[in-house]
T-cell receptor
Framework: KQEVTQIPAALSVPEGENLVLNCSFT??????LQWFRQDPGKGLTSLLL?????REQTSGRLNASLDKSSGRSTLYIAASQPGDSATYLC??????????FGTGTRLKVLA | DTGVSQDPRHKITKRGQNVTFRCDPI?????LYWYRQTLGQGPEFLTY????????KSRLLSDRFSAERPKGSFSTLEIQRTEQGDSAMYLC????????????FGNGTRLTVT
């Protein structure tokens, strides 16, 4: 059974810091991994999708890496801003379509 | 692209009542998902449609839950005889078929059962 763990559960950093969020999964047989952002009371917004054959994806100040063999992914946020404050969730596929989510990391960037 | 739309945004109901939620996916998306999220947790998979066919239903979904997607367009999720434990955010997501197609979520329906 696929299980997804995110560490830390919460993180508070001063504005401008670079930071890394971690995601680990127990079964390396995944099709892809997605990182999402969720603001309070809202749905999830897709940030980056990494296919199983890829090692990393970049979008603006965000960089996500994937190491299937070790069951790990990281989301790197450069030069953090207060607007980055949100919960960040990772999800991996089980089979070709079903996503299993972690419990998320609550990020607070202090001005 | 108007995004995934869910209605209503909030629903308060008394225990034992039936409720129905609606999801309108992005128009060209043939995959549609329902997830449930409780406070402090990640979304939990409930069910999945490929076009109009319901291909998987989680064991989390008791017989009181039913979902439909007539004609492969919008979808409805009905909960019969609601219980307090059903209180949660119900999220709908859609995507194209394919390994590199990201999930697009709606803003969810928050259900409170009193």
């Amino acid at each position: 059974k696929q299980e997804v763990t995110q560490i830390p559960a919460a993180l508070s950093v001063p504005e401008g810091e670079n930071l890394v969020l971690n995601c680990s999964f127990t079964d390396s047989a995944i099709y892809n991994l997605q990182w999402f952002r969720q603001d309070p009371g809202k749905g999830l917004t897709s940030l980056l999708l990494i296919q199983s054959s890829q090692r990393e994806q970049t979008s603006g100040r965000l960089n996500a890496s994937l190491d299937k063999s070790s069951g790990r992914s990281t989301l790197y946020i450069a030069a953090s801003q207060p607007g980055d404050s949100a919960t960040y969730l990772c999800a991996v596929t089980v089979g070709t379509y079903k996503y299993i989510f972690g419990t998320g990391t609550r990020l607070k960037v202090l001005a | 692209d108007t995004g995934v739309s869910q209605d209503p945004r909030h629903k308060i109901t008394k225990r034992g009542q039936n409720v129905t939620f609606r999801c309108d996916p992005i128009s060209e998306h043939n995959r549609l998902y329902w997830y449930r999220q409780t406070l402090g947790q990640g979304p939990e998979f409930l069910t999945y449609f490929q076009n109009e066919a319901q291909l998987e239903k989680s064991r989390l979904l008791s017989d009181r839950f039913s979902a439909e997607r007539p004609k492969g367009s919008f979808s409805t999720l009905e909960i019969q005889r609601t219980e307090q434990g059903d209180s949660a955010m119900y999220l709908c997501a859609s995507s194209l078929t394919g390994d590199n197609s990201p999930l697009h979520f709606g803003n969810g329906t928050r259900l409170t059962v009193t």
